[in-house]
């Protein structure tokens, strides 16, 4: 189809060179297949891949010739160069794909030997032997010394780990301690203040009685000197009441005193 187009001479060598390209990429990645050195795919890979980039840079100036072209070409040869145009571009993103699945196939096979990730079966001694044949010495000890260095940075990060563990454990007990030595004095003091206040209730109680007995002695006493009284009020008002007895240790009136007087007076004569 592309030999049967109309093509200006701009386009048609940018066109011839994209096909170029296009044809070393397809020989390439069969050549790839028979190479059994992993350094040497990397190189083959490597070599293909600067021929992709370039085939790109072809198909972005081969659309830019297609628009500055486009007024002055028919409507069916503008269609038919898109056409070519969007062939172009899946058959070199089908490359692409390519090279990815190659790089992945690659990459396991050199990082298989080293690094076993979750899930992936033990490789046997054969393949061992087989996969370190493919890689250089240099390979070998940068995997080597790569794996090594991973096991330090773990190992150093399993110490800090360590060793903040403890830290923050150290530090733990001694708060723990220090509030079970604080819990113990509260302890200490609640049982203090609870000895205070049985002391206390104990004391008032005593000073309750003690009050109440002060109080009954008083009434007591009061109600005595209060009838004593009484009684001597009513002797001076009505001294000749006979039914009020003379209270034993008081003086009897005035006019009983009297009386009295005559009569030792008489009994002396």
Do not use: W
């Not at 189809?1 to 069969?30: C, T, V, Y």
């Not at 090279?99 to 054969?126: C, H, I, W």
């Amino acid at each position: 189809m592309a030999s049967e187009l109309a093509m200006s001479p701009q386009l048609e060598q940018i066109h011839g060179e994209i096909r170029d390209h296009f044809r070393a990429l397809a020989n390439g990645f069969q050549k790839l297949d028979k190479i059994k050195d992993s350094n040497r795919q990397s190189k083959q890979l490597d070599e293909l891949t600067a021929k992709m980039r370039e085939s790109k840079r072809l198909i972005k100036e081969f659309d830019r010739e297609i628009k500055d072209e486009e007024p002055r070409n028919p409507p069916d040869l503008n269609k038919q160069l898109n056409d070519e145009k969007q062939s172009m571009i899946k058959e070199l993103n089908s490359y692409v794909a390519l090279r990815k699945t190659y790089m992945n196939s690659l990459g396991n096979k050199k990082l298989e030997l080293f690094d076993m990730g979750a899930g992936v079966s033990e490789p046997t001694a054969d393949e061992n032997v087989q996969v370190a044949s493919s890689m250089t010495n240099q390979e070998l000890v940068s995997a080597g010394m790569k794996t090594m260095d991973e096991t330090d940075q773990a190992i150093d990060r399993t110490k800090k780990v360590v060793e903040q563990t403890i830290e923050v454990g150290t530090q733990t007990a001694t708060t723990l301690k220090g509030q079970t030595d604080q819990m113990g004095r509260i302890v200490n003091e609640l049982d203090t203040i609870q000895f205070s206040i049985k002391k206390a209730s104990q004391l008032v109680k005593e000073i309750g009685r003690q009050v109440a007995t002060d109080k009954c002695i008083m009434l007591f006493l009061f109600l005595i000197v209060c009838g004593v009284i009484a009684i001597i009020v009513v002797k001076i008002v009505n001294p000749n009441n006979k039914d009020i007895k003379d209270i034993p240790g008081l003086a009897p009136p005035a006019p009983s005193r009297k009386l009295l007087y005559l009569r030792t007076a008489e009994h002396l004569e």
